[in-house]
């Protein structure tokens, strides 16, 4: 039933059947201002801003995600379930946790660890670990070749929590699980886009290092960030 007690559009048809997610709804109005032709904004509840209009051509809507897994978990199964979006991307920032990942590399999420029931509670399997859309990752990459833009593959850890009480359980967590990078959004994307049926896929940009303790500015994130928003709207289809 829409609206949602979260987003107000009135109508599917304001949704484009992609949706390219920041977890900032001011990245996503900054997206729409630079990428996207004629657009309209179509959502302000709880200022998790959405705007939709064209990209090339091409329908398109860029929203907000908010941080954490219960806030992606909300506006995804939203999108997915009422408003019948088929394809999510979500676009953000990770911390590094192999010396090997450098800060501003982009990588592709090839698979998600998360230490909560999430996966478990959305899907009903007992697992925590979870994966993005096959075909969407591929298609992805191939844009990314084609483009010469260089990207890691890499098994992220999807975090509950961002301020540890220790800060060096990175390293057992990498050693593991294998997880290289961490950030806090995709499980709960990739959990409901298996659960109904849908498509999602995670790019995110490195913006720290556990190991050399290398931090960006929010200034340089939101520079460095550019790539990466290119890439994603590059493979909209």
């Known amino acids: 039933m829409i609206p949602t007690p979260h987003i107000e559009a009135k109508d599917k048809d304001l949704f484009a059947k992609t949706v390219i997610m920041p977890g900032d709804p001011l990245r996503a109005k900054l997206i729409a201002d630079k990428y996207l032709k004629n657009y309209q904004q179509i959502n ?31 506006y995804s199964r939203e999108l997915f379930a009422d408003y019948d979006v088929e394809n999510i991307i979500r676009i953000g920032s990770c911390g590094s946790y192999d010396e090997a990942i450098k800060v501003y590399d982009v990588i592709l999420t090839t698979e998600s660890y998360c230490e909560s029931d999430f996966i478990e509670i959305v899907t009903g399997e007992k697992t925590r670990l979870v994966k993005p ?21 890499a098994k992220v850890h999807c975090s ?21 990078v961490v950030e806090m959004e995709s499980a709960a994307l990739f959990a409901n886009a298996k659960a109904y049926g849908k498509s999602a896929a995670c790019l995110l940009t490195v913006s720290d290092s556990l190991v050399t303790k290398e931090v960006t500015t929010a200034e340089e994130r939101q520079n460095s960030f550019t790539q990466m928003i290119e890439l994603a709207l590059a493979s909209v289809e």
């Open 44 to 74: 302000q509840v709880r200022n998790m801003l959405a705007f939709t209009g064209t990209y090339k051509g091409k329908k398109l809507t860029v929203m907000g995600s908010g941080m954490g897994m219960p806030s992606m978990g909300i």
């Open 133 to 153: 859309t096959e075909s969407l990752n591929a298609k992805i990459s191939a844009v990314a070749e084609s483009r010469d833009i260089d990207i890691v593959k």
């Open 160 to 180: 509950d929590v961002f301020y540890r009480k220790n800060f060096d359980d990175y390293q057992s967590i990498f050693k593991t699980q294998g997880c290289r």
